[in-house]
């Protein structure tokens, strides 16, 4: 559910979709922070996203800037306090 801006690591751009590949096969509907445009508070959309989905995937890469990585890890930890 991340912005990782641009460039996207190649490795993760491969790991995105390889899991959009198989939410496909299952008929997920994969959403992330890009997926809408709200024009609204970024934190509050992302809450809102995290909140609305059955299942929340991570991706973690080296090659992620270390902001964003602790962006990612707090998302994770309100996926977790949201259930």
Request: proline share 6%; hydrophobic share 45%.
């Amino acid at each position: 559910m991340t912005r990782l801006g641009t460039p996207v690591p190649p490795q993760v751009a491969q790991i995105r979709k390889s899991i959009a590949a198989g939410c496909r096969q299952f008929g997920y509907k994969v959403v992330d922070a890009n997926t809408s445009v709200t024009g609204r508070d970024f934190l509050l959309k992302i809450w809102r996203q995290i909140a609305a989905t059955p299942l929340s995937v991570a991706v973690v890469h080296e090659d992620i800037p270390k902001a964003t990585q602790a962006n990612i890890f707090y998302e994770i930890g309100v996926a977790q306090a949201l259930g």
